[in-house]
């Protein structure tokens, strides 16, 4: 039986693609798709008697990146070799860093960042025997395009405690990244790849129990999956008195199983050793203040500042500050109200009934800020009901140069008001048109109103203001 | 690890690399070695050793740690595309190309 007392214990290792032009250490160009091979050079294809030479765009990204995480930036930062051998990988050694990484430690959220270093991707490999191309004939075709793409690998602390929060976390991570231009952050086509060190403990315990890897889950709800299928396994496993054995696993949506890649023992012997064909970085005063200034506001500071000044509920703001664009037109849209409608009510408008509206037509295009801003409080101050306000801006979205005033005015769809009678007419005929309603709500079923609310609605064309009706309904009957 | 005033830990012992890490060393670089070479491998491993533990013993105090003999930082290169070579030449020297990619004994196999 699984032991669901037991905590879980959840790190991430993510790699990112950078989007440079070129290589990390040669000007070979990069590319997604292209022919095999038609990218390379000696540098990269490690033909003996060559030098790398770092790509100091790839220097800025990273300098972006760890300022983004709040990293603390390494006044010099050196390169290392990690030795292995695989075919992707021509050098028999990766550049990388070791114990000086340009970024140090950070902090996005709550979960503490524990570096980012650079290094260069591996080439593309595909085993023939699984292609099906020539089956069974234990060989492999390696493909360097990819060989020497800049990578950033950030390395998180074990700061996660779910599957679910693992996921939410490296979404955050997508977007901050997304938000700087420094990456495509594509998981399918690999630009974003993410490893999960997971384990478990007793709930209360500082100690981490034994860690298994899950490797390059390639969606964020395979991550979740892939971690949560992990966890049950080592519960289970522990629940039944078993050990975790520390291994590198591959999670398969399809089946939901996960199989042990290689052994860990023999991976991890890295030798890390100094670079000794690259000299140190030390990035000048004029590279930092440069990447410090490229920074955009990133989405966990605009979700706080939503919260903090605006008033916005979580996740509300997050939703905004998730797409930078749809923010600033909110932010336009808010200063436009002014004193109109809450800036809450605004972000509801925005994230929902304008997306409603956009999405409902390909032609439709996002009204002026001012113009949606008109509309937002004509509704908040009751002139149009909310229902027509929807009608309006159907209206708004379909034609650019369309004025709120006018097509209230033009549609018939100023709000009735309570005072000339009208709508306590209209009111009066729904409830005696309909008497079996009006006794349910007499007898105290509240949802009955539904019913009468509804005649009330279609007979106004959607004029009325809800609140308004109940109100009415409610002191006709008595109540 | 202890260390008096002047920056010396206690006396050292001579490390000796044994057989069987020349044996570990050798499958994870991928090399065969005979007996006669582990041997021979072994003992120079080892007196490569002896040389750092002479420096060890050196006063090293205030001398900072170097990772590189030539005194230069930041040797970068703009992000300019150059070109790259041909396929062809590319995979001349590949012993077995196969529709433009260099095919090579399957790792897995290698693994094993």
Known sequence: MPDTALEAVIGLEIHVQLSTRTKMFCGCELSFGDDPNVHTCPICLAHPGVLPVPNEEAIRYALKIGMALGCEIAPRSIFHRKNYFYPDNPKAYQISQYDIPICGAGKLGDIRITRAHLEEDAAKSIHLGDSGRIHGSGASLVDFNRGGTPLVEIVTE??????????????LLRETVRQLGVSDVNMEEGSLRVDANVSVRPAGSTELGTKTELKNMNSFRFLQRGIEAELERQRELLGAGGTVEQETLHFDPASGELTSLRSKEEAHDYRYFP????????????????????????????????????????????????????AGYFEAVVAAVGEGAEPRVVANWVTGELTAALRASEDAERPEPGVLADLIGAVASKQVSHAGGKQV?????????????????????????????????????????????????????????GAIVGAVMRETGGRADGGEVNRLIREQLGL | ???????????????????????????????????????????????????????????????????????????????????????????AAAPEPFDGAFRVPSPQADAD
């Open chain 1, 158 to 171: 074990p700061d996660l405690r779910g599957a679910a929060e693992a996921a939410e976390w490296a979404r």
């Open chain 2, 1 to 91: 690890m202890a260390v008096d005033a002047a920056g010396r830990g206690p006396p050292r012992i001579v490390p000796v690399i044994d057989r069987e890490q020349v044996l570990h060393v050798a499958r994870l670089s991928r090399l065969r070695l005979d007996d006669d070479e582990v041997e021979t491998m072994a003992g120079e491993l080892s007196g490569i050793l002896e040389h750092v533990d002479r420096i060890r013993g050196l006063d090293l105090e205030g001398v900072e740690p170097t990772s590189h003999v030539v005194h230069l930082e930041n040797v970068l290169r703009a992000d300019v595309p150059w070109q790259s070579m041909p396929p062809a030449v590319a995979l």
């Open chain 1, 393 to 449: 801006l159907a209206i708004l979205v379909a034609d650019r140069d369309a004025d709120v005033a006018e097509v209230v005015e033009r549609e018939g769809l100023a709000q009735m008001g309570g005072d000339d009678g009208e709508l306590a007419g209209i009111v009066a005929a729904a409830i005696a048109g309909d008497p079996a309603a009006a006794e349910q709500i007499r007898s105290g079923n509240g949802k009955a109103i």
């Open chain 1, 275 to 326: 670079e000794p064909d690259l000299v140190a970085i030390a990035p000048t005063e004029a590279l930092l203040a440069e990447a410090r200034d490229s920074l955009p506001e990133l989405p966990a500071a605009r979700t706080a500042r939503y919260e903090a000044e605006l008033g916005l509920d979580e996740a509300q703001a997050r939703l905004l500050a998730g797409d930078p664009e749809q």
